[in-house]
């Protein structure tokens, strides 16, 4: 239980349902803010206090439990990792994958639990009631949909999920919230990283990975400005490249591609921004069984992205391993390294694996 | 996290034929203890009545005259003046009274006097104290060690107070740890202070209802009580300050309590608290005779039934409280087993409760020179006046399952 009110209505649901439910919060960041060391946030935090009354107004046992360590090492350090490497990573899916649906449900699953039950908007799959294979379905509210950072979970892992608000609104979440007496109901959403306070992303990485300074150039290898590192850049991204010239023909410039290793950042034209084919590493199929050839279905490529059409094909990568090849039937923009590949087939996951690579529709000059 | 059909592994249901126990077990005693019947009788008495203490109409001088009997009642039991009761809100506040201003006090009169020695296991109302005063005020602080059963000796006190005796401003060692239980000599170590004339406080707040406790037999300056772990309410208790001691007020105002604790007196619980100190005092002797068997039952069972399992702190006996047994279970979380025994309706701790919420590693067990994954590993149970031998049995009953679970479920 976050603090928010999906994870409150979520408990309130699933104890109303007639499920055994004892409310954890997780305390994720070392907090030293008393004379205490290590992490005493939770009792300074306004969010573990909100959590623990909606525990109270529901009735059920609530406790902390520190995944500080864990947390750090696989969430804000894999996301710091990863944009050293040039990618864009989605560190809500990390979490899910290595906190949430793992550590926790791990240590869940030791001490006599069944199941992780969160608030996050989606569904599981009715016409497949548990206990038995799951599969992940999208939230009735669409702009709410949270399948995307959800699909990276195995059907193991969806076994031992329970998300009783996927046929839901959010509105009617909130509603509910009043309803049951839950304080938290008017708490405003949370849109950033939760491990970033301030939201500057840009700020937080240059505190952890330092100052390195390159070039942005454009993709015939023109030098048109500088930058302070090379991890400040999503490749789709427009605003704040601090060029220190207009482009030749006065269109808005993109990045199209970072490259860590040079530490250079190439900018160019929107088309360079055009994709029709993606790799993408370490699938997860939990909605099929692993396809042995071309798959048709519907691709989303970012959080909150448009699915698009596309066929995928299981390959065999360089490296040996299992790559996915997704030829998508129209072109695409702003395909980021490290985003996930989410596959659908109507609103049904099938899978998910994490973007590598991306073939530009044509080489711009 | 969610069970789908209710607790899959709930509650221990056939229990070799020992009596079902009646309702939920309580082993927290050290963290709050049930009001004994005739304090809340007094203190819901107490509430209906009119008048301030401090106000010199009959109607205060009602007041006052509870107050007044409560403070003698009070200093009686533990071997004091009436005169030296200074009631506060409770242990925290006295602690805080008793560290800063005696502190204050004695630097006040010699700007030489600023350095503190202070136990490593004190409880964290002296220890934060302390810091505060290190962080703040400029003081020098030597944490004196304590030995692996979280003794101090008198030899180690007398060494630190060697060090430079005119730089010391205060003493300050808690009578019985709230966590291990463990019994300081505390007449011995107040003895060393009063050779040097250093001001010597003890916070007495676990030892109060289960040891005898004396202001003067002790030797000690000052000792902290606070009412609700002897079976009064929650948020009074008192600083025994001895007579011609100087504290510097920490709250200032109205000048109550010879100045040095100002805020309008509690006089319904100032009653009750005077009511639970008779009772707690009158049956001390019986029963810390009956906890320490029912504790050493309890430590029995326990380590029956998890054969790795230790226990911390002096074995049973003078050197430990009666209602204590404080075990490390190898491998095992502290906040795991609690939750586990929780769900059983076992409540017990993994040692003081202001650390519940994130789990830390005790820093009680740190000091005794407990690895961090044992300081983890921990828990306390505590036994009062409501304990009984069903409570006990239905701790054995479901220990070594708990154990083993939280084992599985790992660090």
């Not at chain 1, 009715?126 to 709410?144: E, F, H, I, T, Y």
């Not at chain 1, 069984?289 to 490529?301: D, I, K, T």
């Not at chain 2, 400029?138 to 004196?144: S, Y």
């Not at chain 2, 003890?202 to 030892?207: E, G, L, N, P």
Request: one cysteine or more; charged letters at 20%.
């Amino acid at each position: 239980m976050s603090g928010g009110v999906d994870s409150a209505v979520a408990a309130a649901r699933a104890a109303q349902a007639g499920h055994d439910v004892t409310g954890v919060h997780l305390a994720l960041s070392r907090n030293p803010s008393s004379y205490r060391t290590g992490a005493r946030g939770c009792c300074t935090l306004e969010d573990a206090r909100d959590a623990r009354r909606a525990a109270d107004v529901i009735g059920i046992p609530f406790y902390v439990w520190d995944l500080a360590e864990r947390f750090h090492e696989d969430v804000v350090q894999d996301f710091v990792d990863e944009y050293a490497r040039g990618n864009t990573p989605n560190p809500c899916l990390r979490c899910n994958e290595k906190i949430k649906f793992a550590a926790v449900l791990d240590r869940a699953v030791a001490l006599g639990f069944d199941a992780v039950c969160t608030g996050h908007h989606a569904r599981l799959d009715p016409a497949l009631p548990a206990p038995g294979p799951r599969r992940l379905v999208r939230s009735v509210d669409g702009g709410k949909d949270q399948s995307y950072v959800l699909a990276v979970l195995t059907s193991q892992q969806l076994e031992r999920a329970m998300f009783p608000l996927g046929d839901i609104t959010k509105d009617q979440v909130r509603q509910e919230a009043a309803g049951r007496g839950l304080a938290v109901a008017a708490k405003p959403d949370s849109h950033d990283v939760c491990f970033i306070a301030d939201g500057d992303t840009r700020k937080f990485l240059r505190g952890q990975l330092g100052s390195a300074p390159g070039r942005i150039v454009e993709p015939d290898g023109t030098v048109v400005g500088d930058h302070d590192g090379s991890y400040g850049f999503t490749v789709g991204q427009r605003r704040g490249l601090g060029l220190s010239r207009p482009a030749p023909d006065g269109r808005p410039r993109y990045v199209l591609d970072i490259e860590p290793v040079s530490n250079t950042v190439t900018v160019g034209p929107a088309e360079g921004l055009d994709v029709l084919e993606i790799e993408a590493a370490r699938p997860v199929w939990s909605g099929c069984a692993p396809p042995s050839g071309p798959v048709e279905c519907l691709v989303q490529l970012r959080a909150h992205g448009e699915p698009q059409p596309a066929t995928c094909e299981p390959v065999t990568g360089d490296s040996g391993g299992d790559v996915l090849r997704i030829r998508l039937d129209r072109p695409a923009r702003g395909v980021a390294r490290g985003q996930a590949a989410v596959l659908y087939e109507g609103e049904t996951v099938l899978g998910s694996a994490t973007i590598t690579g991306a073939l530009q529709v044509r080489a711009v000059c | 996290m969610v069970n789908f059909d209710g607790m899959a592994d709930g509650p221990a249901s056939a229990s070799g034929g020992r009596p079902e126990p009646r309702g939920p077990v309580y082993l927290d005693h050290a963290a709050t203890s049930l009001m004994l019947p005739e304090a809340l009788a007094a203190m819901t008495e107490e509430l209906s009545q009119l008048g301030n203490p401090s106000s010199l109409h009959n109607a205060g001088r009602r007041a006052r005259r509870v107050v007044e009997e409560s403070r003698e009642q009070i200093a009686e039991a533990y071997e004091a003046r009436p005169s030296e009761v200074v009631f506060t809100s409770g242990g925290t506040e006295a602690d805080n009274l008793a560290v800063k201003g005696l502190f204050w006090a004695r630097r006040a009169a010699d700007p030489g006097r600023n350095r503190l020695l202070v136990t490593q296991t004190e409880h964290h109302a002296v220890l934060d104290s302390v810091h505060w005063l290190a962080d703040h005020e400029g003081a020098n602080v030597d944490w004196m060690p304590v030995s692996p059963t979280g003794r101090l000796s008198p030899a180690e006190l007398r060494g630190a107070i060697d060090l430079d005796p005119a730089s010391v401003a205060l003493i300050s060692v808690m009578w019985a740890n709230n966590e291990v239980g463990t019994v300081q000599p505390i007449a011995e170590l107040a003895q060393v202070a009063r050779e040097y004339q250093i001001p010597f406080h003890s916070d007495a707040v676990q030892a109060a209802g289960q040891l005898p406790v004396g202001l003067a037999s002790s030797g000690a300056t000052a000792l902290t009580i606070t009412a609700h772990k002897i079976g009064g309410p929650v948020g009074v208790g008192a600083l025994l300050l001895a007579r011609g001691t100087d504290a510097v007020p920490v709250l200032h105002g109205g000048g109550q309590e010879r100045d040095v604790r100002s805020g309008t007196l509690d006089a319904p619980a100032i009653r009750a608290f005077a009511v639970a100190v008779a009772i707690a005092c009158e049956r001390r002797a019986d029963e810390a005779k009956r906890l320490a068997a029912l504790r050493d039952d309890l430590i029995a069972q326990v380590t029956a039934a998890v054969p790795d399992a230790t226990l911390n702190g002096e074995p049973p006996g003078p050197g430990r409280l009666p209602g204590n047994a404080h075990f490390s279970f190898p491998g095992c979380e502290g906040d795991a087993l609690l939750m586990l025994l929780d769900a059983r309706d076992i409540a017990c701790s993994t040692g003081s409760a202001c650390t519940a919420g994130v789990a830390q590693p005790s820093h009680v067990l740190l000091a005794m020179g407990a690895d961090e994954a044992r300081a983890r590993g921990s828990l306390r149970f505590s036994l009062g006046s409501s304990t009984v031998q069903a409570d006990i049995d239905a701790l054995g009953d479901v220990i070594g399952e708990v154990v083993e679970r939280a084992r599985r479920a790992g660090r």
